[in-house]
């Protein structure tokens, strides 16, 4: 079993940049696909991006919403993950999530899918 943490976020400007991490205390995540996800305030949890492991490539799949702004990527001799969040706008603005899965899906973010979620790190985007 997987446990994270998740940290690095904070009150934002829209345009701004944030870089959140999620720290596993150690293997086994190097086995497995690690996803994002963000629900805001009476919404429905959102997939937002999601990273395989070595066997796979490092496959990337990101939501349209953040297409071309959010970068994910892992370090997985830390054990950790990272979204490099830029241009963020105050839609962005949520609590942050990661969880694990086998892989990552080609076509979208099943939570129900994902186990071992972390408490999360608090986004607001506002001027």
């Known amino acids: 079993q997987v446990q994270f943490e998740e940290s690095g976020g904070g009150l934002v400007q829209p345009g701004g940049s944030l870089r959140l991490s999620c720290a596993a205390a150690?293997?086994?995540?190097?086995?497995?696909?690690i996803g994002w996800f963000r629900q805001a305030p009476g919404k429905v949890r959102e997939g937002v991006s999601c990273?395989?492991?070595?066997?796979?490539?490092?496959?990337?799949y990101y939501a349209n919403s953040v297409k071309g702004r959010f970068t994910i990527s892992r370090d997985d001799a830390k054990y950790t993950a990272y979204l490099q969040m830029n241009n963020l706008e105050p839609e962005d603005t949520a609590v942050y999530s990661c969880?694990?899965?086998?892989?990552?899906?080609?076509?979208?973010?099943?939570?129900?899918?994902?186990?071992?979620w972390g408490q999360g790190t608090q986004v607001t985007v506002s001027s």
């Open positions: 150690g293997p086994p995540f190097n086995y497995y696909a």
């Open positions: 990273i395989n492991n070595k066997d796979y490539n490092n496959f990337t």
């Open positions: 969880a694990i899965r086998a892989y990552c899906a080609l076509n979208g973010m099943d939570a129900g899918s994902f186990d071992s």
